[in-house]
């Protein structure tokens, strides 16, 4: 993903509407980035990567700066867990993690009320999905083409 940390800190602090997916896209070289938004969370891929990057903003404090973990993500009756590294400094504290935009995840989102996300060493915690089936279809589309 090209957007440097600081960049990243800038986008994911640009305001939200509580608990609402926004899609928004921006220009770079050499092809241009989406980024699926809401408070507590941001999926990004460069369009047409098919790769989309994870980054929830939680203090992983257990873990150090830079620390591979496995995180689980669950949501109904799915559950998957996915290799993710734990990302601290100045202006942002949270765990980065990829998944193809083909991963079977995406299809159970649209329909969920929330994703539930569990980091070892930490208390599980929510993501609510409110507005993401629009967006998310969107953006996700973006990601495979």
Not at 10 to 20: E, G, I, N, R, S
């Amino acid at each position: 993903m090209r957007p440097g940390l600081a960049a990243l800190a800038l986008l994911m602090a640009l305001p939200h509407p509580a608990l609402a997916w926004t899609l928004a896209r921006f220009p770079a070289e050499p092809v241009p980035f989406l980024r699926l938004s809401a408070e507590g969370g941001a999926f990004l891929c460069d369009e047409g990567s098919g790769r989309v990057e994870l980054w929830l903003e939680r203090g992983a404090s257990a873990h150090e700066p830079g620390a591979a973990l496995n995180v689980t993500l669950a949501t109904g009756g799915f559950s998957r867990s996915v290799p993710a590294q734990v990302v601290r400094d100045a202006d942002f504290d949270g765990i980065r993690a990829a998944l193809p935009a083909d991963d079977p995840l995406w299809s159970v989102l649209p329909d969920a009320p929330a994703l539930a996300v569990t980091v070892p060493g930490l208390a599980r915690w929510t993501l609510p999905l409110t507005d993401f089936a629009a967006p998310g279809d969107a953006f996700l589309t973006g990601c495979r083409s």
